[in-house]
């Protein structure tokens, strides 16, 4: 099976491209699976929602070759992983944009006056690792993460089908040894298919 690591992140060397070079070694980490990253500040994507993402929403055009490329790159996935940072506890602007874009009417779900809205990305399994900047009690207090994940796995995937398997918030240790971290990263990639992998033990058996 294959995983699409999504990474939002301006700099090569951040904490954020080192958590999604993990989960993708994990995903690999048996041979079993494959994975490729899509770095959207590397690759240059452009997040900012055009008059012609405005006509494909309509569904008056098709939609445009960028969005078209990453449609296709999340076709050839079985699941996708989106690793980013927290900014004003929601995605980076970058983030957000792809979503925007490549989330489509007519792909993504059918908006139908006749049918309602019609979800198109169930086969699609969805596992977020987000990277905070304040502690636990901070986000506990004020309910943050909550509010992400409503904002996130229900305004977004659920309205496309796209189950949200897992939900990580990666913090800041308490002794600034971000070691650790990067060893749970590697191992949320190796759950990533672990209901496939289970199935398949309990097949052989």
């Known amino acids: 099976m294959h995983a699409l690591i999504v990474v939002s992140h301006p700099q090569k060397q951040s904490l954020t491209h080192a958590v999604a070079a993990e989960v993708m070694a994990g995903v690999t980490s048996e041979g079993l699976h494959t994975a490729e990253i899509a770095d959207l500040a590397g690759e240059g994507f452009d997040p900012r929602f055009f008059e012609m993402d405005v006509a494909a929403f309509l569904r008056r055009t098709p939609v445009p070759p960028d969005v078209a490329a990453e449609q296709a790159r999340l076709d050839r996935a079985d699941a996708l992983v989106l690793v980013y940072p927290v900014y004003w506890w929601s995605f980076p602007g970058l983030l957000k944009g792809w979503i925007d874009r490549v989330f489509s009417n007519g792909w993504a779900y059918d908006d139908l006056p006749e049918m ?55 913090l800041p240790p308490e002794n600034g040894d971000w070691a650790p971290r990067l060893t749970e990263a590697r191992t949320i990639g190796t759950l990533v298919f672990r209901d496939t992998r289970l199935r398949k033990a309990a097949d052989a058996a």
Do not use: N, W
């Not at 086969?123 to 990277?131: E, F, G, N, S």
């Not at 636990?136 to 089908?161: K, N």
């Open 116 to 170: 309602g809205i019609v979800k198109k990305l169930e086969r699609l399994k969805v596992h977020l690792v987000a990277i905070g900047g304040a502690d636990l009690r901070t986000y506990a207090r004020r309910g943050y993460f909550g509010a992400m994940r409503t904002q996130i796995e229900q305004g977004i995937f659920d309205y496309c089908g796209a189950p949200v398997v897992k939900s990580e918030l990666l």
